[in-house]
Nanobody, 124 residues
Framework: QVQLVESGGGLVQAGGSLRLSCAAS????????MGWFRQAPGKEREFVAA????????YYSDSVKGRFTISRDNAENMVYLQMNSLKPEDTAVYYC?????????????????WGQGTQVTVSS
């Protein structure tokens, strides 16, 4: 069992940066691929970024590629999402998720565990 708790969201101006953190509990964290998803009001939850169990592989959606960076620290059971050059369209609730499929996956159905989400609001 893995429990996930996100933090680091907030209000930022366009062009600014935020760093989201996801604290995981559970001894099997290091064997899980991890991902970040987001959901804006009235829209479906969408994939943002994912990282393999070892951290050796990462993948990003086209909308955030070059601006966001996902990373993990398996010794500390942490996953991070560094978000730079933020745009108003990045406004959403951001969710951390864990998948027992060790390699990168972008599909919500393949993630077994989800955090409660953290709000990111980017003002223009």
């Amino acid at each position: 069992q893995v429990q996930l708790v996100e933090s680091g969201g907030g209000l930022v101006q366009a062009g600014g940066s935020l760093r989201l953190s996801c604290a995981a509990s559970g001894r099997t964290f290091s064997s899980y691929a991890m991902g970040w998803f987001r959901q804006a009001p009235g829209k479906e939850r969408e994939f943002v970024a994912a990282i393999s169990w070892s951290g050796g592989g990462t993948y990003y959606s086209d909308s955030v590629k070059g601006r966001f960076t996902i990373s993990r620290d398996n010794a500390e059971n942490m996953v991070y999402l560094q978000m730079n050059s933020l745009k108003p369209e990045d406004t959403a609730v951001y969710y951390c998720a864990g998948s027992s499929i060790r390699e990168i996956t972008t599909t919500t159905l393949r993630y077994n565990y989800w955090g409660q989400g953290t709000q990111v609001t980017v003002s223009s």
